[in-house]
């Protein structure tokens, strides 16, 4: 569902709110602003993550419930805006770093807040939970424009269980 307000339509103002369902779960919404500059507040419930089969350039196979809120300004000079997310149930499979294919990672929850400026979206701190794997991450992430490929420079803290830690031992 889509809301409009038409009088801020007459006073050349865009303001709307959203409401939609997808993936099993819900992403609400506001989305408003003048010519200049456009603000975007976003909310989302159990959303299911395994339709997502790529990330940018990376192909990747995701599993796991993610819920978060985001907020985004949006101006000729770039994009500002923060994000918080969580993920139950997370997995990671499939994943390529340099074609060095990485093990499944499997979590019992990502819990992890960003900031966005321009094409730098900054990870404050990234906490993983799983029963044999521990970790945080914190960087950025550079977005180039197409046909680029994103920069990466992050910073990995993993602490294995020793169940788990021989079938990572490459990594």
Do not use: C
Request: avoid cysteine; aromatic fraction near 6%.
């Amino acid at each position: 569902t889509l809301h409009l307000s038409p009088m801020d339509l007459l006073l050349g103002r865009l303001s709307s709110s959203f409401k939609a369902e997808a993936f099993g779960g819900t992403m609400t919404g506001s989305f408003g602003g003048t010519e200049k500059r456009k603000d975007v507040e976003t909310e989302w419930e159990k959303i299911d993550l395994t339709s997502i089969k790529n990330l940018g350039n990376l192909t990747v196979s995701l599993a796991g419930v993610v819920s978060g809120k985001g907020h985004f300004t949006i101006q000729s000079q770039g994009t500002d805006g923060d994000i918080r997310v969580v993920i139950d149930k997370a997995k990671v499979k499939d994943l390529k770093i340099m074609n060095f294919p990485l093990p499944e990672l499997v979590f019992d929850q990502v819990r992890g807040a960003g900031e966005i400026k321009n094409n730098l979206l900054t990870f404050k701190e990234v906490k993983l939970q799983g029963e044999n794997l521990k970790g945080t991450i914190k960087g950025d992430v550079t977005f180039g424009s197409a046909p680029s490929p994103a920069t990466l420079n992050l910073k990995f803290h993993i602490h294995l269980s020793d169940r788990t830690r021989s079938s990572y031992q490459g990594l």
